[in-house]
């Protein structure tokens, strides 16, 4: 069983928005920092966004800075990727990880696809 299950891609225009979700099925959620990571046909897997365990601490990468944010509900196990003002560079199968630090995947879901037409 997969313990993470990424949803809310789609296929936007460029200046739409959509909200991603990852939903932890496992125990001690609040363990666990999450990274939200992108990989685009033919291109390297990058880190987007990620959210320490209770501190609030954040990170982003520079093209996403002001038009992305990442957040969790401790309560809900879940870790939200709000994406606003999409552009097509967006266009990417995003995956969520869970691991002991920011940018760690010991644990992987499965990935939902978001694709910005311009």
């Known amino acids: 069983q997969v313990p993470l299950v990424e949803s809310g891609g789609g296929l936007v225009q460029a200046g739409d928005s959509l909200r991603l979700s990852c939903v932890w099925s496992g125990r001690a959620f609040n363990s666990f920092a999450i990274t939200w990571f992108r990989r685009a046909p033919g291109q390297e897997r990058e880190i987007v966004a990620a959210i320490g365990t209770t501190d609030g601490n954040t990170y982003y990468t520079n093209p996403v800075k002001g038009r992305f944010t990442i957040s969790r509900d401790n309560a809900k196990s879940t870790v939200y990727l709000q994406m606003n003002s999409l552009k097509s560079e967006d266009t990417a199968k995003y995956y969520c990880?869970?691991?002991?630090?920011?940018?760690?995947?010991?644990?992987w879901g499965q990935g939902t696809q978001v694709t910005v037409s311009s």
């Open positions: 990880a869970a691991g002991a630090t920011l940018g760690a995947g010991a644990h």
